[in-house]
């Protein structure tokens, strides 16, 4: 592994593939984006999102959102 793919540049996207209960960087970032919201969510914050959909999500709301349910909290 070099020096780029332990400390991505800031800014940049990462590419993810994400599995059950765990995921997998395929292109070293930073961050990547909330599918719902748009908002960049930090690799090491990430915690939400789908297998099948490949996709990412900043909150538990904004997945339930992607499901077609509103919440109000």
């Known amino acids: ?36 919201t748009g908002e960049p969510i930090p690799i090491e914050e990430l915690r939400y999102w789908d297998v099948d959909l490949q996709e990412a999500y900043a909150t538990p709301q904004a997945k339930l959102e992607r499901m077609g349910l509103k919440v109000k909290l």
């Not at 991505?8 to 719902?36: I, M, N, S």
């Open 1 to 36: 592994m070099n020096r780029m793919e332990r400390f991505p540049q800031p800014g940049v996207e990462a590419e993810v593939r994400y599995l059950d209960g765990d995921f997998r960087v395929l292109r070293p970032g930073t961050f990547v984006r909330c599918k719902v």
